[in-house]
């Protein structure tokens, strides 16, 4: 079962920030949170991840809690092409237990951004 | 070029018949997986393999078998097809520290 916890949907203006809420209240410490999401019926790619320390790259930021039991994906300037469905996942880390920890995909959150 | 291929891109079969769905990647790497997705539901494991002599099941793996040829190929049989197998097809690469998967584009299986 997903251990994350996310509203099935959100709508989002273009040009304006998405934020994403996820809730994993029973992460523990070796649990990284993996954001992933799917544009229509393609293959999931991959946005970010971190471990308790906000993150940032070309896509989105992630910020984590202090507790780590919550955190968002923002996507700072939300475009059309962002519309999909958005996977909040945790997971150990896999240098971590013999590295045997899959990706447990739920039923994600559906962004819309409109025009 | 695309890093992770699958082959075919759409089927359409016939209840009981035999199908191998085929998964390619350039990527070097150890890990590869295969999902299925039912429509409004996120992705389920059907199988996995961490490199060439290393299988395991997932969550679904029941009527599904693998194929591990090579590090770069990995293959999917459904041995007789059934309607409710009827769904999009996922495979996915990983490095061994797996900061992150990627995804082929899909096979969209359709069993009548």
């Known amino acids: 079962d997903a251990k994350t916890t996310q509203p099935p949907s959100m709508d989002c203006a273009e040009g304006r920030a998405a934020n994403l809420p996820c809730n994993h209240s029973?992460?523990?410490?070796?649990?990284?949170v993996y954001w992933y999401r799917q544009i229509h019926s393609q293959g999931p790619q991959y946005i970010i991840h971190?471990?308790?320390n906000n993150e940032t790259n070309e896509m989105a930021s992630l910020i984590i809690t202090e507790d780590r039991k919550s955190s968002t994906l923002i996507l700072p300037h939300a475009t059309l092409r962002d519309t999909a469905v958005y996977y909040c996942?945790?997971?150990?880390?896999?240098?971590?237990?013999?590295?045997?920890?899959?990706?447990?995909f739920g039923k994600g959150m559906k962004l819309t951004v409109n025009p | 070029d695309a890093d992770v291929t699958q082959t075919p891109r759409n089927r359409i079969t016939k209840t009981g018949k035999r199908i191998m769905l085929e998964c390619s990647q350039t990527?070097?790497?150890?890990?590869m997986y295969w999902y299925r997705q039912d429509p409004g539901l996120g992705l389920r494991l059907i199988y996995y393999?961490?490199?060439?002599?290393?299988?395991n099941k997932g969550e679904i793996s029941d009527g599904y078998s693998v194929s591990r040829q090579a590090q770069a190929k990995f293959s999917l049989s459904l041995e007789s097809a059934i309607p409710n197998q009827t769904a999009l097809y996922f495979c996915?690469?990983?490095?061994?520290?797996?900061?992150?998967?990627?995804f082929g584009p899909g096979t969209r299986l359709t069993v009548l």
């Open positions: 971190g471990l308790k």
């Open positions: 996942i945790v997971r150990v880390d896999l240098r971590l237990q013999g590295g045997s920890e899959k990706l447990v």
């Open positions: 029973t992460i523990s410490g070796n649990e990284y």
């Open positions: 990527k070097g790497h150890d890990r």
């Open positions: 393999s961490f490199d060439v002599k290393d299988i």
């Open positions: 996915a690469t990983e490095t061994r520290t797996g900061n992150e998967q990627f």
